[in-house]
């Protein structure tokens, strides 16, 4: 083979990276990791805030690979909030299984209330921090 280049294998292919051709272009062949965690509500919220309001901070987890996780970790951290104070503000408010049982309708109305009260809680403290 006369006259054949011989080129160094690139950093990117020294670390087991591969690269693919389209056209005269070599592009290299890049995924995401897999998602490996489930995002919930809260965490789907925080990650539209981000994207719009944050957007550094969003590509800097998405290019690092940590995006989900982070995600799953909102979502975890305000699932236990959003419970905890649920609990919270219905045993302060005198919300008991024995009105339940005995107005059920009202017990909706005050259940309903706490769990709104703790939802802006949520969105101030976690979703759009």
């Known amino acids: 083979m006369k006259g054949a280049i011989i080129m160094e294998k690139s950093i990117f ?12 272009y070599r592009l290299p062949c890049l ?3 897999a998602a490996d ?3 919930g509500i809260w965490g789907q919220r925080h990650l539209r805030y981000i994207k719009k309001y944050r957007k550094i901070l969003y590509v800097t987890l998405l290019t ?3 995006l989900n996780a982070y ?3 909102v979502d975890r951290q305000a699932e236990e909030l959003f419970f905890r104070l649920v609990k919270e503000y219905a045993e302060r408010q005198g919300i008991t299984e024995q009105l339940k049982a005995e107005n059920q309708m009202e017990w909706v109305r005050r259940m309903n209330n706490c769990r709104a009260l703790v939802e ?6 976690i979703i759009y921090d």
């Open 13 to 24: 292919e020294q670390m087991g990276g591969t690269y693919e051709v389209q056209s005269d």
């Open 31 to 33: 995924t995401l990791p």
């Open 37 to 39: 965690k489930s995002v």
């Open 64 to 66: 690092d690979g940590k």
């Open 71 to 73: 995600l799953a970790d």
């Open 120 to 125: 802006e809680v949520i969105r101030a403290e």
